[in-house]
């Protein structure tokens, strides 16, 4: 048996399949859905009761890419989607129509500065090298949007790094920014699904001011940390004066409905060099 040379595997690759099944003889049967291969059925794979089935795919393909492309931690940024940069500000403010769009722009063009800190704090966290393994850590991970969004994943291109983009089918068009990583990119449906892929491989994460979707994605990770479901890591809070006004976070914990204790579980900071000294602090790692 030494010389005998054992094939490893005996069924075709579902590729070749596929391909063959592109090629048949026309009849009724083969013209009717029926007939297709399930994995090549979009109206099936479509059906309500394939919801599992998508569940499973959302999860698994994002999974599976990422490990093979050796992405070990990501450094996850959250914000707002409207926030400017610092060149388009000023813009934004001469197109307001009336006083109460003006005084918006406003303050949306005095935090135009975030975009800034989060891409300089991108830069330092691309910085970090590959483990033993050869796995990267602390890879930029962002909602793939704009604004801040884009500045994350444009400091990690900055410095030549890879930088995740998790972006979400919406009623209005959302593109992925240009600095994402094309190999990196993903779709998803369920946003239940892309919050999972946020903290997968989470290992520390900077929320930005921001709206509802900020806000959904900064009080699932506390509610996740404060519940005991994941450990604790280092969550990056920025820009104190804006959540002070927008959240009081003493009050909850003065009228009992969270502990005083569950506020240590963010860290106010202002800039990016002080929010990566926290999460290197926090690891203790050589950052």
């Known amino acids: 048996m030494t010389d005998t040379r054992v094939p490893s595997r005996v069924f075709p690759p579902a590729s070749e399949e596929a391909e063959a099944a592109r090629h048949f003889t026309q009849t009724p049967q083969t013209a009717h859905p029926a007939y297709r291969l399930a994995f090549q059925d979009h109206e099936f794979l479509l059906r309500e009761d394939l919801r599992p089935v998508r569940f499973q795919l959302e999860l ?62 991108a830069q ?5 090298p590959a483990d033993t393994a050869g796995r ?15 500045a994350a994943n444009r400091g990690a291109q900055d410095v030549g790094r890879e930088s995740v983009g998790l972006n979400i089918v919406l009623p209005h068009e959302q593109t992925p920014n240009p600095y994402v990583t094309p190999g990196l990119s993903f779709q998803f449906h369920y946003f239940a699904l892309r919050k999972m892929h946020f903290l997968l491989r989470a290992r520390a994460v900077a929320v930005f001011p921001g709206g509802f979707g900020t806000f959904d994605e900064f009080f699932e990770l506390l509610t996740l940390m404060q519940t005991g479901k994941v450990q604790p890591i280092p969550v990056l809070l920025y820009g104190r004066e804006f959540w002070d006004k927008v959240i009081n976070f003493e009050a909850l914990a003065d009228e009992g409905v969270i502990a005083h204790k569950d506020l240590k579980l963010f860290h106010y900071v202002e800039t990016a060099e002080e929010g990566w000294e926290f999460v290197c602090n926090w690891w203790r790692g050589d950052c």
């Open 124 to 128: 330092l966290a691309s910085g970090t």
């Open 136 to 150: 990267h850590q602390f890879v930029v991970c962002s909602g793939g949007g704009p604004s801040i969004m884009e």
């Open 60 to 121: 698994l393909k994002p999974e599976l890419l990422l490990d093979e492309a050796g992405i070990g931690s990501t450094f996850v940024f959250y914000g707002s989607a409207r926030i400017p940069e610092p060149d388009k500000a000023q813009a934004m403010v001469d197109k307001a129509t009336d006083a109460r769009s003006r005084a918006i722009a406003e303050r949306l063009a005095a935090k135009s500065r975030y975009y800034d800190v989060a891409r300089q704090l």
